[in-house]
Structures are given as C-alpha cells and as structure tokens.
C-alpha cells in the first residue's frame, strides 16, 4: 500500500524546515535505514532516515523548498508496480530522523482557518496534553485549553494552536473590561508592518536581508521571552586575581597534555557548584508548575554565523575543569559547523552568556526560556578597589549580571545562588575541592 512520506521533527522545537536535498530519485528502490534526504531546521541540516522499503514513487517536494510544515507529505512510497499518484487516505510516517530526537512536542500541522471546536473534557479529570509553550501561551492570553483542539502528535496542543485561538477565554463569563489589557498588549506587541516600516525610508538605500531559519528563530523565541518571562536583575563585583593566578598556574601544569583553561572554564565550574549549593535554583519553568534538578546542566552561549547555539553542558558539576574545558572545545566547534545534534543543545536549567572576551563591561542577557536563569558576564578590567585593610590597590574585576525568571526563582534565592558563584570565582581552589 501507498504510503506518505511526511516532514520530520527533528528536535522538539522544530515546526517546519527546509527540504534542503533528496538523496534519492523516483523509482530508487530504498530499505531502512537509508539516508534519502537532507533537511535543515532551524539550528542545523540533518540526514533523514528510511525505516520502511519500497520504491520511492513520486517526490512531493522539491529541494530547496523552504518553510514545510512538520507532518507536511513530502514523498510517497510503495511496492513496485503500485499506483501511487493518489496515496493511502491515512498514511503512516515512513522515515524517522537519523540523529536521535525527543517527542515532537512543539511540532504542528497549519494552524485552521477557523476556530478549533472544544475538545471534549476527560470524564475522570485527566490532564490536558500540551506543551508547557501552549500552556504559557494560553495563559497570558486567559484562553481555556479545554476548548483548544491540538493538532499535534496524539492531539497533542501545540504553539500554533493557541495563537490561533482568540475567541474562546477560559472566563467567558468575566467582564469585557479584563480581557482588555491581553488585547492591547497583543496590539502593543505586534507592531508596525513591514509595509510600514518600508514606506518610512522611501527614498533611502537599504538593502534587504531575508531572514534564515535560526535568525527567525531566534527572533521569535527571544520576542517570546522577553514578552512572557518576568526579569529581574542582579549584579556583582567578582575580583579575578586569586582565579587567574591559579589558572596560570594550572595551565602551566597542564602544558603538557595540550590542554589549557579560559577564564569561561571556571565560570562553567563556578556556575554548576553553586546550583549545587542552591539547589532550589536549579529550575525551570514548565508552564503550570517548575521542574527542580538533581544534576547541573549548563548552558553556554555560543556566537555563530546567522545567530547563536546554547550547547548543554550535562553534570557539568562533576566533570573536572580539563573535561568541561574539552567539551566546550568540542561542542562550540560544532556549533559553527552546523552540526550538533538536538539533543546537544536542549535542554539546561541555567544559562551563561559571556561577552566579556568581546571586550563589554557589562551587559544584560535575556533568559532563554524554559531555563530559570541567565549569567551575563563582562571583561575583566584593572580598577582601584578599597581592600579589607582599608587601603586603595588595583584589582582585576569582572562585571556580572544575574537575568532572574521570578515565577522560578525569588528575590533572596537568585542573590544567594549569584553570592554562591562569586565565592566560587574568588576562592578557585575550592572548586576542585
């Protein structure tokens, strides 16, 4: 029997891509396990995998064809001698990705034209499936999800389906009046068009850069974070001379094996030992409850061509500084070349963004979402100080920035996790401890 091919989910975040080559031909007789054509997500471009046999008979879409939906037919396969111009009324997915991937959670069809009809209530109170992106989305915008058809995997509610969905808040009984501010805000947020904004430089060169898949992303989900996630910030003094003293140090120890630490090692290090000693902080946000960690995975910022990767660091707290300082060698490498998997750049309780190496004092980053925290961290520069004896002398000192998710983490409990990382930087051999 005909079946289609349909658009992968390559990572959980991932709603379309594009079909960036076929790796095979009409007629090509394929077996599982083939490589049969290259995608490219929004992060990376990723082999896809067979896991059905059969001739593949007609290719839907063409290479190169950007923004195809997930679940989108994009080929159709069957056995030899078979007409397979009209295929199987419900299909089976007849490839998987190559690279290992978690559930589609945030993969959806098109959203409908018109307004989804309820889903009917579970009898016995069970939980609504949706992602903690949906659930979020309809809470900021008062919608009921029982009243949300999902059209994801399983009838799952996804990000699409909620953004279409403005004409059914939870409380249809409240006044018009307190529906009002999620309305203006939405009007607020959207702003001009890009008509608009072309008319206002009639007359001006300007040349007009089409977005690629990650830029849009990244637009899209920093938009979201800063929109949706209630900031506050934190910030710290940390004297650098004990740690660069003993980095030197180190380095000179390591020489030998090739190997040798940034000041981004310790403050990876710095960063996981004090989620440790602040465990309530380690966190994130999962729409309508948080997610507390027993490891600490740390996520670093990391600058490409066209946007920027977040690769995990896993147990960041019981790997050495030689380990840590390798994998982040390793994955920042791969990062540029466009080829870590999903798998490498999902996930993490905490963040780290550090722009002092670019020579900025000071700066605050926005919180990548679900993640409780971010660490902004700037150069490190000669300045005078006042010491413990009360006297004037020049210090190294670096400029650090605590961004906060107040829903996961309170006033008290970022300045105890931020005083925990300083006290880390300043007494570095208490790290290897």
């Not at 060169?205 to 990650?214: I, K, P, Q, R």
């Amino acid at each position: 029997m005909a079946t289609e091919i349909l658009m992968p989910a390559l990572s959980p975040t991932m709603e379309e891509g594009t079909l960036a080559k076929w790796l095979v031909k009409e007629g090509d007789e394929i077996k599982s396990g083939d490589l049969i054509a290259e995608i490219e997500t929004d992060k990376a471009t990723m082999e896809f995998e067979a896991v059905d046999e059969g001739i593949m008979g007609k290719i839907l879409v063409a290479e190169g064809t950007e923004g195809v939906k997930v679940n989108t037919p994009i080929a159709i396969i069957g056995e030899e001698g078979e007409d397979m111009s009209a295929p199987s009324a419900a299909p089976a997915p007849a490839a998987a990705a190559a690279a290992p991937a978690e559930a589609p959670a945030a993969a959806a069809a098109p959203a409908a034209a018109s307004p989804a009809p309820a889903a009917p209530a579970a009898s016995d109170g069970a939980r609504l499936f949706a992602t903690p992106l949906a659930r979020r989305i309809a809470a900021d915008k008062g919608l009921d999800l029982s009243t949300i058809k999902g059209s994801g995997p399983h009838g799952r509610i996804v990000k699409s389906d909620v953004e279409s969905a403005t004409a059914q808040p939870a409380a249809a009984a409240a006044p018009a009046a307190s529906a009002a501010p999620a309305a203006n805000g939405s009007a607020l947020a959207t702003g001009p068009s890009t008509d608009q904004i072309l008319k206002m430089y009639t007359g001006r060169d300007f040349e007009e850069v089409s977005l690629n898949g990650m830029r849009k992303t990244v637009a899209a989900r920093l938009t979201e974070a800063k929109q949706s996630v209630p900031h506050f910030y934190l910030r710290k003094d940390i004297q650098l001379d004990a740690l660069l003293a003993f980095r030197s140090q180190l380095n000179k120890t390591l020489e030998p094996r090739g190997v040798k630490l940034s000041v981004n090692d310790f403050i990876i290090k710095a960063c996981a030992l004090a989620l440790q000693d602040v465990p309530e902080a380690n966190a994130v946000w999962a729409g309508d409850r948080t997610l507390k960690f027993t490891a600490s995975d740390v996520a670093v910022a990391v600058a490409v061509e066209g946007g920027l990767f977040t690769p995990v660091l896993q147990d960041a707290e019981m790997k050495s500084l030689s380990a840590l300082s390798a994998q982040m060698k390793d994955l920042a490498g791969r990062a540029r070349d466009g080829k870590l998997a999903p798998h490498e750049y999902i996930g993490g309780s905490f963040a780290i963004s550090n722009l002092g190496m670019f020579g900025i004092d000071n700066f605050d980053a926005i919180i990548n979402p679900p993640h409780g925290a971010i660490l902004a961290v700037g150069a490190g520069t000669k300045k005078p100080i006042v010491g413990d004896d009360g006297e004037i002398k020049v210090a190294t000192v670096m400029s650090t920035t605590l961004s906060v998710d107040h829903r996961v983490i309170d006033g008290a409990l970022g300045a105890n996790l931020l005083n925990a990382i300083k006290a880390n930087l300043e007494n570095p051999m208490g790290m290897l401890a």
